[in-house]
């Protein structure tokens, strides 16, 4: 609805420019909600199961198949996993089945190269940490990152313009060090199945609001952004074995969703987008829109990028809003992950499907 969008982008862009401006007391909850929402909240974090265990270990060099097919001694290009547990791949079996490991090896195919894989994403993480993250990735050297977070700092009511400006900042300082920036904006919350409404509704318009919120600067501080609420959307919500045991964390064909939603854009950042998948013209859905607008647009629909348009700085107000065709998961993915990746099949006896380092239910 063109009302609804433009009213998310008005409250996008308040919260956007109090992240870049320093303005305080915005949040996303009116004051009269809190002590429903906090009763709605109880239940929903009894029903919801809490995962046992640590992600499995993914972290090390993918593809290694291509060190000697051509690659005129390239190093691997190394790609960079911060943010939350969906970042980290709890819930899953296998250190193949993380998010990091399938977009590495899906990269290594794409990019005929080696991938190495640094992952320093924690269970419960939010945009605040990001900072002690970039501590932990940028000595590496990523030629690439990954971001994933948002879903803590609903659940936690983090304030929205403060997780903004944190993930903001972590975009602005991963480009200053010549990396380039995939970040998966906050999922649609309004999907777990064990939230009820009233929350449920007010889960998604703050899930959503946020998301929008998180586009706008990283836009603005040269990454793009791909809508990540199909990683708890309605795809999930018509599919229960999208999800772990917890009903809360996406299991391992809930990941392979999201990996597939994600790697089109790691791709296109890279310039590494195979020309036959390259239109000639213009694509049914593009836009070019105030990046507000675009913002707004991406946080209701999946699977959406949003990239800058225009000169480069922290001027940027246009945006191209694609909707990138997905890639489906081939062979060469689940063989490379398995065959390519570090101890992949070590990570199998490392956590089961209902794992996870959560110092309570709810985290991300």
Sequence with gaps: MPGAQESRARVARRIAT?????????????????????????????????????P????????????????????????AFLGDSTAAGLGVLRARETPGALLAAGLASVAERPVRLVNVARSGGRSADLSGQLELALPHRPDIA???????????????????????????????????????????????????????????????????????????????????????????????EMFAADRYHPSAQGYATAAMAVLPSLCAVLGLWPEEE??????????????????????????????????EGAGRRWALLRHRLRVGLPGTWAAEAARGGPDAGAGADRGNTSASSHAGAGDA
């Design 278 to 311: 390259r239109p000639a013209g213009p694509v049914p859905g593009e836009a070019v829109l105030p990046v507000a607008v675009a913002a707004a647009a991406a946080a209701g629909r999946s699977g959406t990028e949003v990239a800058a348009v225009g000169a």
């Design 146 to 240: 990954v971001i994933m977070v948002g879903a803590n700092d609903v659940t936690r009511h983090s304030p929205a313009q403060l997780a903004v400006r944190h993930l903001g900042e972590a975009v602005a300082a991963l480009r200053a060090n010549g990396c380039e920036v995939v970040v998966g904006t906050c999922p649609d919350l309004g999907t777990i199945k064990p939230v009820r409404p009233p929350l449920r509704w007010v889960a998604r318009r703050v899930s959503r609001q946020l998301a929008a919120a998180q586009t706008i600067a990283v836009v603005e501080a040269g990454g793009r952004t791909v809508s990540l609420g199909s990683l708890l959307g309605p795809e999930f919500a018509a599919r229960p």
């Design 18 to 54: 109090a992240a870049a401006y320093g303005g305080g007391g915005l949040g996303l909850l009116g004051v009269g909600l809190v002590g429903l929402l906090l009763t709605e909240s109880k239940l929903a974090v009894q029903a919801i199961g809490v995962l046992q265990g640590d």
């Design 56 to 79: 499995p270990k993914a972290d090390g060099v993918y593809g290694e198949a291509f060190a000697d097919a051509g690659t005129d001694g390239q190093p691997p290009l190394v790609l």
